[in-house]
């Protein structure tokens, strides 16, 4: 009887790794269940589960996000502690990420950042290397440090987003490689601006262009006025969805040409077919919840579907609960709206955006520099991936 079962075993292990050896179709159902990083390494066991592997990686198209607040408890940034552990467990192969996190806790230490001697933080240059480290190496990862976070926690994107004017926070947003869609990162300086490099950039001249993802750091040193100019003057001209804010610093990339105090611009553009974009500007006149609210349901009028959408707040560090007597207003106002969007952002020195919408058909306002630039207001928008 002992013998008869062994036998069974044997036969059933053997048929098994018939399976797992030679059925594709079944290897490729079970690695959709496996995590990217652990796909990596299956990857290499066979020319078989290579194959599989690669076919399930082109598969998962889907941005996803991992996000944090409250302090640490270590020496690192709360954010770098809970990607550590959660970039284990995503289903994607980030091509480029959008990383987020408040001035006060965070501090790297790049050529292109602010340094105040007297006031460093436990943030410093290692902890900007740890973050890099956890993403492959043709990952392009643009880090960015402003007064505060809007974020939606870890999961589903059902889940209430919160702002957070005070305290650590950050999120990271990973963006596969998707069909239909090609993210372009860019980062100029007074030195590095120019009419050739904002073409190759793919700023200018680019039919595609749907959407501007832009940041602005050191705006208020002498020339930084002049310099914004140069990049929104030819962006309003443009199809494209513009967006952004004027943050404290940007930790990543880095770039040598830049002295230490010089303004510049870091940013995404964001192209192709599958791209859509809508904006719309809670300007002075919106002072309670009401109002945010039916200001933001004028989005719906681009029809954006909710899947693979994100959902971006650049508000004014004015606003929030220092402007409305109470917190969470136009983030919740958001949810209502649209309760399946994530919404991610900041509080800034200065909002750049307006009511916009860029779909095939172009339903646009007339847009110029200055109705691009503002303050004490937010910009609320959506941006589609296909």
């Known amino acids: 009887m002992g013998d008869n079962l062994g036998l069974d075993v044997s036969f059933q292990d053997s048929k098994a790794a018939y399976i797992l050896s030679n059925v594709a179709e079944v290897v ?54 809970v990607l550590t552990e959660e970039v284990e467990k995503v289903f994607l192969l980030p091509k480029n990420v959008l990383a987020m996190v408040d ?8 050529p292109c950042y602010r340094q105040n001697k007297a006031k460093r933080s436990r943030h410093s240059e290692g902890t900007v290397e740890d973050l890099f480290q956890l993403f492959p ?103 494209a969805l513009i967006t952004g804010g004027l943050v404290e610093s940007v930790f990543s990339p880095t770039r040598y040409c830049c002295s230490q105090g010089m303004c510049g611009v870091v940013g995404l553009a964001l192209s192709g077919p599958k791209v859509q974009g809508a904006s719309v500007l809670l300007d002075q006149d919106v002072v309670s919840p009401k109002t945010a609210e039916a200001t933001i349901r004028r989005l719906k009028a681009a029809k954006i579907p909710e899947r693979n959408t994100l959902g971006f707040m650049f508000a004014c560090v004015g606003r929030g609960m220092n402007y409305y007597n109470q917190s969470n207003v136009e983030a919740d106002a958001f949810r209502k709206v649209f309760p399946n969007v994530p919404l991610f952002g900041l509080f800034g020195n200065g909002e750049i955006g307006c009511d916009r919408i860029v779909k095939d058909d172009y339903t646009l306002c007339d847009t110029n520099t200055d109705c691009l630039q503002h303050e004490y207001t937010t910009v609320m928008t959506l941006v589609h991936l296909g």
């Open 137 to 239: 190496r043709n990952c392009d990862v643009m880090g960015i440090a402003t007064p505060g976070i809007v974020l939606t926690p870890t999961g589903s994107g059902c889940r209430p987003p919160e702002e957070h004017q005070e305290g650590e926070a950050g999120f990271a947003i990973m963006f596969p490689s998707m069909e239909g869609v090609h993210i372009k990162p860019f980062h100029f300086c007074k030195k590095t601006l120019s009419p050739a490099a904002l073409k190759e950039a793919g700023l200018v001249d680019n039919p595609e262009l749907r959407v501007v993802l832009l940041f602005v750091y050191e705006a208020y040193r002498s020339g930084g006025v002049h310099f914004l100019n140069q990049i929104l003057d030819p962006l309003a001209k443009s199809k």
């Open 28 to 81: 490729e159902r079970i690695l959709t269940f496996v995590p990217t990083k652990s796909l990596l390494q299956i990857a290499s066991v066979c020319r078989l589960w290579s194959n599989c592997a690669r076919r399930v990686l082109r598969t998962q198209q889907q941005l996803t996000w991992v996000s944090a607040c409250g302090p640490s408890g270590s020496e690192g940034h709360a954010l770098c502690k």
């Open 103 to 110: 001035c006060e806790a965070f501090n790297g230490q790049s």
